[in-house]
């Protein structure tokens, strides 16, 4: 007997792998989660929704579309949301894309593009970050070709943290050609301070070809619950709308996503906390002599080459992203991890030293 095969462009693509689990969630540094629990407001108005749960969710979305809409001062149909932005950025390019056609982006970026990408079949085309872990964008437009349908932008970039300038992406969207879609991955856009960081908002008002991810996932701390969303023109977002598994957002987490927006003042301050940590970190890890580059997220990398792997084993029982041969990554979490984490870095440099 034989088994089913799944279509050949599944062969190359891996199970997605996560952040590894740790002795316990603070000390859990591997995922860019946001170190604190939700607000217990959010809570309250997520735990209502439970009562319900032998009703389907509104699959129109109408209440968090609307405040979305209130929040970016852009009408509802403007909005597409998913089973978190990973499940948004793959109806997008379910939507998009098919074989024979061309997706760039930079590498490394977030570990999910390859596989989003590779299910539909078409072609990637990766262009290397410069040596201090930016984006290269006048290669990227140099690397668009006729059989170019969308590329991706990550901002700041995961894993290694910078962002890209405004002025750079504002060059960028003049040079590709209006019929490609740009997606500008924005996960981390809350925690950025950096005046002269390229904002997504900004470019879709002037370039209809681009689209803005966004998360409640990071900022927002509720990653648990898998809410993200596109910013486009409505016709982009109704193509991803299509694209995307009817009653993918549960009511409950509908709920607590609205709860958030209305709660705005109070995660500001938890941001901003964290922003402060991150900048502590680097600050800390620089003085100690690592060569870390420069981010705006809730994450610092740290790039090891061959001892990720053996620098990540030495930060148990804090929990790190390795990527081996590469660097690891380290999310910014509570402030007496974040110790942990800086007296095991100090150990390891003495080790190696
Ligand atoms: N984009 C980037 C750059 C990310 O790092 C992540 C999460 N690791 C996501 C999108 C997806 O986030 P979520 O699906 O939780 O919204």
Same mark, same amino acid.
């Given at each position: 007997?034989? &088994?089913?095969?799944?279509?050949?462009?599944?062969?190359?693509?891996?199970?997605?792998?996560?952040?590894?689990?740790?002795?316990?969630?603070?000390?859990?540094?591997?995922?860019?989660?946001?170190?604190?629990?939700?607000?217990?407001?959010?809570?309250?108005?997520?735990?209502?929704?439970?009562?319900?749960?032998?009703?389907?969710?509104?699959?129109?979305?109408?209440?968090?579309?609307?405040?979305?809409?209130?929040?970016?001062?852009?009408?509802?149909?403007?909005?597409?949301?998913?089973?978190?932005?990973?499940?948004?950025?793959?109806?997008?390019?379910?939507?998009?894309?098919?074989?024979?056609?061309?997706?760039?982006?930079?590498?490394?970026?977030?570990?999910?593009?390859?596989?989003?990408?590779?299910?539909? !079949?078409?072609?990637?085309?990766?262009?290397?970050?410069?040596?201090?872990?930016?984006?290269?964008?006048?290669?990227?437009?140099?690397?668009?070709?006729?059989?170019?349908?969308?590329?991706?932008?990550? &901002?700041?970039?995961?894993?290694? !943290?910078?962002?890209?300038?405004?002025?750079?992406?504002?060059?960028?969207?003049?040079?590709?050609?209006?019929?490609?879609?740009?997606?500008?991955?924005?996960?981390?856009?809350?925690?950025?301070?950096?005046?002269?960081?390229?904002?997504?908002?900004?470019?879709?008002?002037?370039?209809?070809?681009?689209?803005?991810?966004?998360?409640?996932?990071?900022?927002?701390?509720?990653? !648990?619950?898998?809410? !993200?969303?596109?910013?486009?023109?409505?016709?982009?977002?109704?193509?991803?709308?299509?694209?995307?598994?009817?009653?993918?957002?549960?009511?409950?987490?509908?709920?607590?996503?609205?709860?958030?927006?209305?709660?705005?003042?109070?995660?500001?301050?938890?941001?901003?906390?964290?922003?402060?940590?991150?900048?502590?970190?680097?600050?800390?890890?620089?003085?100690?002599?690592?060569?870390?580059?420069? &981010?705006?997220?809730?994450?610092?990398?740290?790039?090891?080459?061959?001892?990720?792997?053996?620098?990540?084993?030495?930060?148990?029982?804090?929990?790190?992203?390795?990527?081996?041969?590469?660097?690891?990554?380290?999310?910014?979490?509570?402030?007496?991890?974040?110790?942990?984490?800086?007296?095991?870095?100090?150990?390891?440099?003495?080790?190696?030293?």
């Amino acid at each position: 007997m034989t &088994t089913p095969r799944a279509r050949q462009a599944l062969d190359g693509i891996p199970v997605y792998r996560a952040g590894r689990a740790a002795s316990s969630d603070d000390h859990k540094l591997s995922s860019n989660e946001n170190p604190y629990a939700p607000l217990p407001g959010v809570i309250e108005r997520a735990a209502a929704e439970l009562g319900r749960m032998n009703r389907y969710p509104d699959a129109g979305m109408t209440e968090l579309y609307a405040a979305l809409s209130a929040r970016f001062g852009l009408p509802a149909d403007h909005f597409a949301a998913g089973t978190g932005s990973v499940a948004v950025l793959f109806a997008l390019l379910t939507a998009h894309l098919e074989q024979g056609d061309e997706i760039v982006y930079a590498w490394r970026s977030f570990e999910a593009y390859p596989i989003a990408a590779d299910l539909t !079949g078409a072609t990637t085309v990766r262009v290397p970050l410069r040596p201090d872990a930016t984006h290269d964008l006048d290669a990227m437009a140099a690397a668009v070709t006729d059989r170019t349908k969308v590329v991706l932008v990550c &901002t700041p970039n995961n894993p290694t !943290g910078p962002v890209v300038s405004a002025e750079a992406l504002s060059a960028f969207l003049t040079k590709v050609p209006s019929h490609v879609l740009v997606v500008v991955d924005e996960a981390y856009v809350e925690f950025v301070r950096d005046p002269q960081a390229a904002s997504g908002l900004a470019a879709l008002a002037e370039h209809p070809n681009v689209v803005v991810l966004r998360t409640f996932s990071k900022a927002y701390g509720l990653a !648990g619950l898998r809410v !993200g969303y596109a910013v486009a023109r409505p016709e982009v977002a109704i193509a991803i709308r299509k694209a995307t598994p009817p009653f993918a957002v549960t009511d409950l987490s509908q709920a607590a996503a609205v709860a958030s927006l209305e709660s705005q003042d109070l995660l500001d301050e938890r941001v901003e906390a964290i922003v402060q940590e991150r900048v502590a970190m680097l600050a800390a890890l620089r003085e100690q002599g690592w060569d870390v580059p420069d &981010t705006e997220a809730n994450f610092v990398w740290l790039p090891l080459g061959d001892d990720a792997l053996d620098f990540a084993a030495s930060c148990d029982p804090v929990s790190v992203r390795p990527f081996a041969g590469e660097g690891v990554r380290v999310s910014i979490g509570a402030p007496a991890v974040n110790a942990e984490l800086l007296a095991a870095a100090a150990a390891f440099r003495r080790l190696r030293d």
